[in-house]
């Protein structure tokens, strides 16, 4: 079979990933792809287990002569974010990723690439399947639903790993190795409940912002990029303070990690206020498209006539704008710790209008608990002052932060293997989104963390690309990591760099 990356070294991780990419495995529907790796697993004649929240775990035994070595367990994420450009008909469903190379890096035609986490899995079957690599014992870790909160990794049955060097393959910078993550909650806030529903005589109108950079809501917040909803949101409060109008509905954004992309509002106007309403949103897109220029230079925006439905009356249109405009978006604290770490964030990530009711949906992050807590109040305190009900504001316990350990063994090798790999010393650091080591590090005592990927640029959305020579940096320290401590362990180099 004839692949895209045919040539690309290293080809066994470029050959998986490809296959990967063929296999619908949006969160959620990851059954495919497991069941791939679980065929994989047989067909190296390893052991595997499927556990009960749909994880798999293939375990590799030592080379002959190194038994006695630390067994390593490598873990990355199944499950890719699924995002398309608008106008594409992709179906993350059942239509394979189309892989197209652009330079000197690979991505996606119009939807995102999945290298977050697909280059992973991919370094790790290829390592399952090399029989001349010599090796202790290995535990690969293959999770689901990583994108929508940590799912996988929360139900991991604690019997399924027994070693405690962790190395997570999901990290997005080359030659760099990441220490710390940051913890995640997310608040739901429902708006309108109460509201009442009117049937108001007036033209319908469907203003939309759309064409936004987006990117990922941890790694990429700090950047400044537009949040369509927020947009929407201050085009449409800017606009009710001289022309009133009713809310029909608002559709924006779609996944809890995603920066919003897009959003899509339904208005009623008078007759008499429809010069007025395109002139002052007009005006106003003028302005956040200077504001936003260099962050978003694809921005657009649109206003056409929509057909009749019923709308929330004055009252609950002001509610719901006023939460939109109070809610708050991007960066709350950098770290006082770590020099460009940001330390408490949280992303606006969707609205909906689900019948009577609008559904905001926020996520959070934070490498503090108590900033944790901090911005997760905020969020409370709005619905509280909006007027809001204990039943329709949702706030779940979320995951945990993973603090830095500067002295970790894992992380003394790791270095070395970095400066073997790449001939120089690495950048450590922690990272402003969620990882699931943090969640495993909790469950297994003792666990010792390192994360570490290949060089991915705009994750989450549809301008994703993987960095193609970062992909052989990426492998060789991942081998070199190993390398590093199977000597740590008294291991005899020359063993087992030798050929197989």
């Not at 590799?60 to 630390?70: A, F, V």
């Not at 509610?319 to 978006?329: D, E, G």
């Amino acid at each position: 079979m004839k692949h895209v990356t045919d040539g690309i070294e290293p080809e066994r991780l470029w050959r998986y990933f490809e296959e990967l990419s063929a296999i619908p495995r949006g969160s959620g529907n990851e059954a495919g792809a497991i069941r791939y790796i679980a065929d994989c697993a047989e067909r190296f004649g390893l052991k595997y287990r499927l556990d009960g929240a749909g994880n798999a775990v293939v375990y590799k035994p030592p080379s002959p002569g190194l038994e006695k070595m630390p067994v390593v367990v490598l873990q990355s994420h199944v499950d890719m974010v699924c995002e398309k450009n608008a106008g594409n008909s992709h179906d993350f469903s059942r239509d394979p990723i189309e892989i197209v190379i652009d330079g000197e890096w690979i991505k996606a035609r119009d939807t995102t690439l999945g290298a977050d986490n697909g280059i992973g899995v991919g370094a790790m079957l290829a390592l399952l399947e090399d029989d001349a690599f010599q090796a202790g014992g290995i535990e690969c870790i293959f999770t689901v639903e990583e994108e929508t909160g940590l799912t996988g990794a929360a139900l991991l049955e604690k019997n399924t790993v027994h070693g405690r060097f962790l190395i997570n393959l999901d990290a997005e910078n080359s030659g760099t190795l990441y220490i710390g993550c940051a913890g995640g909650r997310d608040t739901d806030l429902y708006v309108g409940r109460d509201g009442v529903k009117t049937e108001p005589e007036g033209v319908f109108f469907r203003m939309g912002v759309q064409g936004l950079t987006g990117g990922h809501s941890g790694g990429e917040i700090h950047i400044g990029r537009g949040n369509a909803v927020k947009l929407t949101a201050r085009m449409l409060f800017g606009l009710s303070e001289s022309v009133p109008f009713f809310l029909s509905s608002i559709q924006g954004g779609d996944k809890h990690n995603a920066i919003p992309r897009e959003c899509f509002a339904v208005i009623c106007l008078n007759k008499d206020g429809i010069a007025d309403a395109e002139k002052r949103l007009s005006d106003s897109w003028a302005e956040l498209k200077e504001e936003y220029g260099k962050t978003d230079p694809k921005a657009d925006f649109t206003f056409e006539s929509h057909p009749p439905s019923g709308c929330f009356d004055r009252e609950t249109t002001s509610k719901i704008l006023n939460i939109l405009m109070a809610v708050p978006h991007g960066v709350i604290a950098m770290s006082s710790e770590m020099e460009g770490l940001v330390e408490t964030s949280t992303n606006l990530s969707s609205v909906r209008t689900e019948d009577r009711t609008v559904h905001l949906h926020a996520s959070h992050r934070s490498s503090r608990g108590s900033g944790l807590a901090w911005v997760a109040g905020m969020h409370r305190c709005v619905g509280l002052l909006a007027g809001l009900k204990e039943e329709d504001i949702v706030q779940e316990e979320g995951y945990p932060s993973w603090s830095p350990d500067p002295n970790s063994k894992l992380l003394a090798y790791a270095k070395k293997g970095v400066l073997r790999a790449l001939g120089r010393e690495p950048d450590v650091r922690a990272i402003h989104a969620g990882l699931e080591c943090s969640v495993i590090k909790k469950k297994f005592e003792a666990m010792d963390v390192v994360a570490f990927g290949p060089t991915i640029r705009g994750p989450h959305s549809p301008d994703e690309r993987v960095h193609i020579s970062s992909v052989l940096d990426f492998w060789n320290i991942l081998t070199e990591t190993l390398y590093s401590i199977y000597e740590g362990a008294g291991a005899d180099p020359e063993f087992f760099r030798k050929e197989g």
